[in-house]
């Protein structure tokens, strides 16, 4: 099989197009292509007059590919084999049952993993099943009482169940492959195997992760909800149990040597109580920021000319940064199109925003983060959970400053470039699921982390003229885009308690939902493998 990289066709163009034009690449006649896979497609923009699509594809021929990849460069033409995931060899031999904490992304792989191997894993997940949550989450964002245990955070299908379902990663392993094919099985459109942008929609996830826990189950798995872990049975070193509690307050204790910790980054009473029972962790980069809303239409405008309302190219997204020679610098983070703002608050009178986008990503704005990082020597304090104070000094004070009612504070761009409170709000309605409160949201945040944003907007505008829209909202905080804690593990992936493994975003070692998912998967591999302990 031939892998052929940087094909351009029309916008359009069909799949014979897109053949011919492989094999014009190559210099042979289309009757020799007897398969083409799309492998990934993306837009090219930068001439607004002239879009293009390109695309990588893979080609099945009758000719000798050796000879024929020969011809070429190497990125541009090159010999390749498709993916397919293989379950790894099991070489447990304790008969007691892995326990996963979490139903997120690293959870549900994790447990899927195992459950094909035959351990029939048992999870414990604090929130509800994606139905009831639904409701809840909803609920609280029309009468804003919150569940401290099933929310935009907490719940089947982890954080990424309200979001864009974003399912862009940096990672390089070829189980990303085998991640989104999963997701095909279990309900997602087919687009996201070859995407540039793939996302799933917070609309499609729902169904999705409700398919893959019953096939979970029905390989053997069991998926407790509402239980919430509690505490950890440790004797000589090594996991021995742990206990968890139900929605009614009744305890259970549960016999494991297997913990697999896919708490997800949001379980701040989880990690306390894993760093009181002497779990190892360390302090590690996150970031802090707002919430900035267009109108799509801008966005669209901006990158696509004059097809900005072609249908074959939906919703426009952006992705910046600005690298300033002193200063920290910010960047957009998990650009929702079309999408709303939520508040995902987990914790009693805190406030913390988040986007949502369903897949048709039809909706008036456009709305992304602008983060600022955060590294582990900007806090002075040596305590691992020194980030994790600061993300709940911000959330609280954005709670206060939005009327103690889970509103969240707001400001027109124009406002904070001016550092002007703002009063109303302009041609550009704050889509906050809960309401906003106008403000200034430079009394939320740190100076350090305003003043970056100031200049990333700036910068921004630069690149994409009307990104300093004055009417244009900043809403805030943005402070869960990734876990300030990390949880140490060793080359087997365990903790210092060993048949502990913690994995994924909120261990501190994933950033979205396809790398928790395949840290998860990495995670029930090193379970299958059963190290020995003189490793």
């Known amino acids: 099989m031939l892998r052929i990289n940087e094909i351009s066709v029309k916008l359009g163009a069909s799949p014979e197009d897109i053949k011919t034009e492989a094999a014009k690449v190559l210099g042979i006649s289309v009757s020799h292509i007897s398969e083409l896979e799309i492998v990934r497609e993306s837009i090219d923009s930068r001439h607004k007059y002239d879009i293009k699509m390109i695309y990588s594809v893979n080609v099945e021929t009758d000719l000798n590919e050796t000879d024929v990849a020969a011809r070429f460069l190497p990125n541009k033409v090159f010999l390749t084999k498709k993916y397919q995931y293989a379950l790894p060899e099991n070489k447990r031999i304790s008969a007691l049952r892995p326990v996963i904490v979490g139903f997120g992304p690293a959870g549900m792989f994790a447990s899927y993993i195992l459950a094909q191997a035959g351990l029939c894993p048992i999870v414990l997940e604090r929130g509800s099943d994606v139905d009831t949550r639904t409701d809840e989450v909803h609920g609280f ?30 990672i390089k392993d070829e189980r990303c492959r085998y991640v989104l094919s999963s997701f095909v099985k279990f309900g997602a459109p087919e687009q996201i195997l070859y995407s540039s942008h793939p996302h799933i929609g917070t609309d499609r996830l729902r169904p999705l992760v409700k398919n893959m826990r019953n096939e979970i189950i029905r390989l053997g798995g069991e998926v407790r909800f509402g239980c919430r872990l509690t505490d950890l049975y440790i004797a000589n070193g090594y996991i021995q149990g742990v206990c968890y509690e139900d929605r009614s307050g009744a305890r259970y204790d549960l016999e494991t040597d297997t913990l697999l910790l896919c708490i997800g980054h949001s379980a701040r009473d989880t990690v306390e109580m894993l760093r009181n029972a002497g779990i190892n962790m360390e302090k590690k980069a996150f970031s802090v920021g707002v919430r900035i809303e267009h109108p799509q239409e801008l966005i669209n405008k901006a990158m696509f000319g004059s097809f ?13 940064a600005n690298h300033p020679p002193h200063g920290r610098g910010g960047y957009t983070f998990c650009m929702c199109p079309g999408g709303t703002v939520v508040c995902a608050s987990s914790e009693k009178d805190m406030v913390v925003v988040n986007g949502m986008s369903e897949y048709a990503r039809d909706g008036e704005n456009a709305n992304s983060a602008i983060l600022v990082g955060i590294e582990p020597v900007h806090i002075p304090d040596g305590d691992p959970l020194a980030g994790m104070r600061l993300q709940r000094e911000i959330e609280t004070k954005a709670f206060l400053a939005g009327g103690r009612s889970y509103a969240a504070p707001a400001q027109t761009v124009g406002d904070f470039m001016n550092r002007i409170p703002s009063k109303a709000f302009g041609a550009v309605r704050p889509s906050c699921t809960t309401g906003v409160v106008p403000g200034d949201i430079r009394r939320i945040l740190p100076d350090v982390i305003t003043n970056e944003i100031a200049l990333a907007i700036e910068a921004f505008n630069k690149k994409m003229p009307g990104f300093r829209m004055p009417d244009a909202v900043l809403t805030a905080p943005e402070s869960r885009s990734s876990s300030p804690v990390r949880i140490v593990r060793d080359e087997c992936r365990q903790a210092n308690i060993k048949g502990i493994y913690p994995c994924g975003e909120g261990a501190g070692y994933a950033g979205g939902i396809v790398s928790a998912a395949v840290d998860g998967i990495r995670s029930a591999e090193a379970v299958l493998a059963d190290e020995p302990d003189d490793y």
Request: net charge neutral; proline share 2%.
């Open 141 to 170: 964002w029309t009468d804003k009482r919150l569940n401290t245990d099933s929310n935009v955070q907490f719940g089947e299908g982890g954080a990424g169940t309200f979001s864009d379902g974003k399912l862009t990663t940096g």
């Open 308 to 320: 900005w309302n072609d249908p074959r190219l939906g919703a426009a997204n952006y992705k910046f």
